[in-house]
């Protein structure tokens, strides 16, 4: 690491506020002998929701999970919140939160305990409050004292976004939000969630496979395939320039190799 | 909302957060507060009923009444700390709850903190009516060994939380795949601790072998007690001394195999 380097892992009050929410430079992570991410690069304002699209192996999980610091990168840089990770996640942890299928919630514990380790982890303060307050809002009094384990799959990820919120995160990394949800729940959800980052300026990093979700929640939308950014832009400018009118139509592109042709077509 | 403050250096409030999960756990499953009692009350009796078979007909037995039960006692204090430890951490690989704590602020050294004090719990549970059978059915009353004992337990239990954090490690890096690691290690070391025969017994190569392992010197010290009535502080500060040192080892080794396990990605897949 050179001087510079260093300088600007500390940074100022003034760049925290300044800078994006998420900056992530030249990224690269290598599995052996597979490239799972490849030299991607971007950067999300305070404030925005993102969507994260691309099929299977894309490498949106391996992505999320560099964020969060839970997968070290092979190389470049990523900043959260203007602190650089995972060197700087003692800064920031306390201040973001997710949700992912590839984790759940202790099964033998009740909602209600489970939300108060997890407020304690994050040192919520009046914590009996945040709890009554999201099982309003996310609506979980039913079954707040029951076990996790005997929840359904719908309630069971209405409990895990309740313990993303848990904080009040400035930054909220979601994979697959709401999978298993049926579509009035799932419409809710989406709605809480809009709510959500529009009373808290919060930033919300999304990966889904939900196209209709993505046109709904996100200003922005990254396109992964094989490890690089296929495309990155607004939905509808994304749509127009595919000559698309739906992101599944554009995905599907894109997953079967069609995307130059309909690109070309659309000029 | 977040106290951000909290966030420097460790914090008691995530380490009582971590010991409130497993208490929740423990309260909610009664099989597995009977499993921290069934095992070590089986092995007591068992034992102790060998003690006095063997007292009944060897004068030496007779004379050095209480060592096997000891031995048995203080063995369990041993490998129940381990699996105290160690199947705290396994809930959280069973529960797929590891990557929710690792994305929190708990720290790794918190996380341990943690798993140290369930492992003393855990330990009372299961060790304490162990004892209490002892005395009520062989008349062997472990806490007669006085100050003694303290340097005996804490012995023990700074070699189990090693044994314990480096196992975990392992598990977090190789998955549930290496989970048999945590049943069985601790038995790799029991012919070579010399729980309920003197180092002497071993072949000279080895003998050194043994002295490299805190818990001989433990097991040496309870024979000195109960045998000779002398209570050996050298064996006890020899034994710290390889213990501090271990406890830093396995702590660094931790470190690292969670360090190996981001790189890998294994903290995503924690399956087998």
Not at chain 2, 84 to 99: Q, V
Request: proline residues 4%.
């Amino acid at each position: 690491m050179t001087g510079n380097d260093k300088a600007s892992s500390w940074p100022t009050v003034a760049d925290e506020i300044s800078s994006a929410a998420i900056e992530v430079d030249r990224l690269v992570k290598v599995y052996k002998q597979t490239r799972a991410v490849d030299g991607i690069s971007f950067s999300l304002p305070r404030g925005s929701i993102t969507g994260l699209l691309g099929g299977n192996g894309a490498g949106k999980t391996t992505t999320i999970a560099m964020i969060m610091g839970l997968v070290l990168p092979t190389s470049g840089r990523v900043r959260v919140l203007g602190h650089p990770m995972p060197e700087d996640s003692a800064a920031v942890l306390g201040r973001m939160n997710f949700e992912s299928p590839y984790v759940d919630m202790p099964m033998r514990l009740t909602v209600r305990q489970n939300l108060t380790i997890f407020g304690k982890l994050y040192a919520v303060k009046d914590l009996a409050d945040r709890i009554a307050t999201l099982a309003d809002d996310l609506d979980l009094n039913d079954f707040i004292d029951r076990a996790n384990g005997k929840l359904s799959a719908g309630q069971k990820t209405r409990v895990a976004l309740a313990k993303a919120l848990i904080n009040q995160p400035e930054l909220l990394l979601l994979d697959e939000p709401t999978a298993s949800l049926d579509p009035d729940t799932a419409d809710w959800v989406r709605g809480h969630l809009e709510r959500y980052r529009k009373d808290n300026n919060a930033t919300i990093l999304l990966a889904s496979h939900n196209m209709l979700e993505v046109e709904r929640l996100c200003d922005r939308v990254i396109i992964m395939k094989r490890g690089r950014i296929e495309d990155d832009d607004t939905p509808d400018a994304i749509m127009a320039r595919y000559n698309r009118t739906t992101l599944e139509e554009v995905f599907l592109d894109v997953a079967r190799g069609r995307a130059n042709g309909a690109k070309e077509g659309a000029r | 909302m977040t106290d951000l403050a909290l966030h420097r250096g460790i914090s008691t409030h995530r380490i009582g957060a971590m010991i409130l999960r497993y208490w929740y756990l423990l309260l909610s499953s009664w099989p597995r507060l009977l499993e921290l009692l069934y095992w070590p009350a089986l092995q007591v009796i068992t034992w102790g009923f060998i003690q006095y078979y063997i007292a009944q007909n060897a004068s030496f037995f007779a004379r050095a009444g209480g060592t096997l039960i000891g031995a048995v006692i203080l063995w369990d204090i041993l490998f129940r700390g381990q699996l105290g430890f160690s199947i705290s951490f396994l809930e959280e690989m069973w529960a797929r709850n590891l990557g929710n704590l690792m994305m929190s602020p708990l720290k790794p050294i918190e996380f341990l903190l943690a798993l140290m004090v369930m492992s003393l719990i855990r330990l009372a549970i299961g060790v304490i009516p162990m004892t209490l059978l002892a005395l009520a059915f062989f008349h062997f009353n472990v806490y007669s060994l006085g100050l003694p004992l303290i340097a005996f337990f804490c012995n023990l239990i700074f070699t189990s939380w090693s044994v314990g954090i480096f196992v975990s490690g392992l598990v977090l890096r190789n998955g549930l795949g290496a989970e048999s690691i945590v049943w069985t290690l601790m038995f790799a070391i029991m012919p070579l601790a010399c729980i309920y025969y003197p180092v002497s017994v071993l072949p000279v190569w080895l003998q050194y072998v043994a002295w490299a392992l805190p818990p001989t010197y433990v097991f040496e010290g309870m024979r000195a007690l109960l045998i000779e009535n002398s209570f050996r502080v050298d064996l006890m500060l020899d034994a710290l001394a390889i213990n501090i040192g271990l406890l830093v080892a396995s702590f660094w080794a931790f470190l690292a195999l969670l360090r190996s396990a981001k790189n890998n990605g294994s903290l995503l897949s924690g399956g087998e």
